[in-house]
């Protein structure tokens, strides 16, 4: 799972949902529609999020993220982990 660095305006407090410019992190792919990410504010707090829209243009891609419930670090540790490890392809021994 994807960490994603946000800061929370007063509008994004209110509507639980930010901006992101894909270029602006760091990744080294896109996101899609739907996926969950994990959030960190300015204050360094952790929330559990997702995205909901993407747009374009011909500099960038911008994700959408509507952000859920804060999460404490072991929280965030565990979601983190339990994402990786369904990523890895099954053992064949």
Known sequence: MELLEVVHTAFTRRS???????????LGRGLEPG????????TGAVSSAHVSDLDFDLDDTYYRITVGARLDEAQARRAARSTRNSEQPASTA
């Open 16 to 26: 639980r949902s930010v901006v992101v410019a894909h270029g602006a992190t760091g």
């Open 35 to 42: 996926e969950p990410v994990l959030v960190r504010d300015e």
